[in-house]
């Protein structure tokens, strides 16, 4: 249910963890006391953003892709109802 969250959330994470490497560098040339704070802001981030884009690879490897909606052939084919019985073998 999570998995294309956790693909979601990464990716923003890394983002974030890129601008704040940005900052740090605008910062630090200004000599200002909050670069300290963006680098550790951008560290965090892109640590968590890493963790959640590889163990989202890792349950797409596991799991198969994160777009599949594969047909397990588990419908019910019985002769007295009006569903459609396209797929199913009786």
Known sequence: MFRKTKLYVGV???????????MFFILCGKKKSLAGAFMALATV???AGGYLLYDCKNEEMLFGSLD????????DCSEDTDLPTEGCNP
């Open 12 to 22: 923003s994470l890394l983002v974030q963890a890129v601008s704040a490497v940005f």
């Open 68 to 75: 599949s909606d594969e047909d397990y052939d588990c419908c």
């Open 45 to 47: 981030c892109g640590v």
